[in-house]
């Protein structure tokens, strides 16, 4: 059977890039990385691509700035892109734009994120400067697929991460990040392996076959 072929959007140092890359090579994900698309021409996100044979564009966001609706045509044109590499499940990881009904609808229940808290607290940026400011003891972080809201949709796993004594965001979001490069790839190979159930805003993951 033909692998399940990933695309990967980023904007920054691709960590969670990193580990989706380490899954497929260590065989716990068993997918295909089929092309990296950063919106920022020195994303180290392409840099690692770049490093592991995989194709990497860089699509710039000013070359539809004079187009009536900048954003959609920007998605229209990462979906060109997505299409020719014929990527089935989209991964954002570190991607800093918001997604418009473009791609959303181009694939549907197949757009995951990660984002660095317990959604639904603190969506957005700066989530874990947000729970310091919050003062919670407890953050973590979530995949999730995406919807037209922002951190919004169907929660797939999540990851409980303790706020300590004298954490700066710095430290928090480290420790929060071991955790993101672990459940990301667990979500991922959920979906490869067709587990996964949405059932109005709750995903069911269901026995492996
Ligand atoms: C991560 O904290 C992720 O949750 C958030 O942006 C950061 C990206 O980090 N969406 P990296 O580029 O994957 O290292």
Redo the contacts with the bound molecule.
Sequence with gaps: MDKVRIGVL?S??????QAIIDAINAGTITAQLAVVISNKVNAY?LERARRHGIADIFLDPASVADQPNPREAYDRKIFEVLKSYQVELVLL??YMRIVTPILIQAYPWRIM????SLLPAFPGLQAQKQALDWGVKITG?TVHFVTEGVDEGPIIVQAAVPVVEGDTVETL?ER??AH?HQIYPLAVQWYVEGRLRIEGRCVRITQKP
Aim: proline share 5%; net charge neutral; with cysteine.
């Design positions: 980023a920054g140092r691709g960590s969670n890039l996100a990881a570190g994120n990660i984002h660095p972080c979001s929060i990040l993101e």
